[in-house]
């Protein structure tokens, strides 16, 4: 029979927290080490509007392929799905290309021109937190 620990919501929390104020802080450093100002909290602002009509092809693409993934895997055997058709790989690669056009964009159009070495920087920054994360089981907290 399988246990839940009575703990394990405490500790996700606990460690989505620190997750947080990694990513926060580690960018926060980067921007003053680049001398890039800082952007507003819970805003995505668009360099300009050939970077807003990229951003929303992206993410509309990504709409309907996690929905027709969601659709063929739910068709299959339970232990047959296609792991590239997965939510947690299809958001992974959402942000990745996300970031990646964003940081395109930056290079090539914002003005000041080191803000793309952030994204690029936090980008690899919270790919390898989500690896560590992953990899060590959550930090051995669950």
Do not use: C
Not at 84 to 111: D, G
């Amino acid at each position: 029979m399988y246990a839940v620990d009575p703990l394990a919501g405490p500790k996700l929390i606990l460690l989505i927290a620190i997750v947080v104020a990694l990513m926060y802080f580690f960018e926060l450093g980067l921007r003053k080490w680049l001398k890039v100002e800082k952007k507003k909290f819970f805003s995505y602002n668009h360099i300009n509007d050939k970077h807003k009509k990229v951003d929303w092809t992206i993410r509309i693409g990504f709409l309907v392929i996690l929905l027709t993934g969601y659709v063929i895997n739910m068709k299959r055997y339970p232990l047959e799905f296609i792991w590239y058709l997965e939510p947690a790989v299809l958001l992974i690669a959402f942000i990745i290309l996300s970031e990646t056009a964003r940081a395109f964009m930056e290079w090539k159009y914002a003005e000041n021109r080191k803000a793309y070495l952030v994204t690029i920087f936090h980008l690899a920054f919270v790919l390898f937190l989500l690896f560590i994360v992953i990899k060590t089981d959550f930090f051995w907290m669950l």
